[in-house]
């Protein structure tokens, strides 16, 4: 990957790769070819898991809440794989038994998205803790969006990872939003990473229109925690869309929806680089040429197999143990010995 425009070039290609993603994932779910019901897109936070991912090394672990494509894009993910595993099918990351919110990777250090909110967070205080006792030199980090700033188990693993001086960083993506709440109807006080700084860890907030200024705040923060100062950021952003992607966000004012779209970290890196003396043709390609991925993507999702009846039960027992017998299976068995 060639660098230019101090490494701009690199993090607006990868946030390209994040948007275009998202827009097929919303194409999917149009198609009736998604599993399930639910999928939450992470359009107008992607300066947020391109900053930060950006800022991780090889070995370092992490979890996202539900709206974590974007961030497992940036970690390295296969769109190929990750599209599949959204469609429910066996050649997804999970064999098509997680979908939308339930991706993960060890290979890549992804613990695992989670549906609940802020049920992700405590897994990185173990993944921490077992980092600093092996001495590897790896982080663990969790990110969650503003939803879960009210919850009390990330309250206690902040305690905990900054008691133990562990490697451990709490990525808040605050997009203004929990659902159908704003922040400021949520928490008094939104200055979030003061919380944090209350429990002695590392915090900043940081803009997130600027993918630069993310990876700046997110590279102190994780070095920071990489000598046992554990830390906490939390990054700007505007959800573009509704809750999921059902949600026509009703409960918003059209005037700020408009507002909000115009913090596009895409289009400010894009218009950064033009001024920088990037050619649009080259950056239109690129477009082009991530576009046809992501269409393959597509592609490879809904032309890949449904997961076998039998793969219900893998991954469930421990490995050697027999899988349970079927119901029906088992009747005939009975009713043929009477």
């Not at 992470?42 to 930060?52: K, R, T, W």
């Not at 539900?66 to 599949?84: C, E, S, Y």
């Amino acid at each position: 990957m060639t660098r230019d425009n101090n490494g701009l070039g690199d993090l607006f290609r990868e946030m390209l790769r994040i948007r275009i993603f998202e827009e097929r994932v919303g194409e999917l779910f149009v198609r009736g070819e998604s599993a399930g019901s639910m999928l939450h897109l992470s359009i107008g936070e992607e300066s947020a898991a391109v900053g930060v991912c950006s800022a991780m090394k090889d070995g370092d672990t992490f979890t996202t809440h539900h709206r974590g494509h974007g961030i497992f894009l940036a970690r390295g993910a296969n769109p190929d794989r990750m599209m599949a595993e959204i469609a429910g099918k066996e050649t997804g990351y999970c064999g098509g038994k997680g979908g939308s919110m339930h991706i993960a990777d060890m290979g890549l250090g992804h613990l695992g998205a989670n549906a609940i909110v802020g049920g992700g967070i405590p897994a990185v205080v173990g993944a921490a803790l077992a980092a600093k006792r092996q001495g590897t030199g790896a982080i663990s980090v969790a990110f969650f969006g503003d939803g879960a700033m009210q919850q009390g188990i990330l309250y206690e693993a902040m305690n905990m990872a900054a008691l133990w001086d562990l490697p451990a960083v709490f990525v808040c993506i605050n997009n203004q939003w929990g659902m159908g709440t704003r922040i400021d109807q949520a928490t008094k006080s939104t200055d979030l990473h003061v919380r944090a700084k209350a429990f002695g860890l590392k915090a900043e907030t940081v803009d997130g229109l600027d993918v630069r200024e993310v990876q700046g705040a997110a590279t102190r923060i994780l070095d920071a925690a990489r000598v046992g100062r554990p830390g906490f950021l939390a990054v700007d952003c505007y959800r573009f869309y509704g809750h999921a992607r059902k949600d026509k966000s009703p409960y918003r004012d059209e005037t700020e929806e408009a507002e909000g779209r115009k913090r596009d970290p895409v289009a400010f890196a894009r218009a950064a680089l033009t001024e920088s003396g990037k050619a649009e043709a080259e950056l239109a390609d690129m477009e082009a040429a991530i576009a046809a991925e992501m269409d393959a993507s597509i592609d490879y999702a809904i032309g890949s197999d449904e997961p076998p009846l039998e793969a219900m039960f893998r991954d469930v027992f421990a490995p050697g143990e027999p899988e349970p017998e079927p119901v029906a299976a088992r009747l005939d068995r009975v009713l043929a010995r009477e």
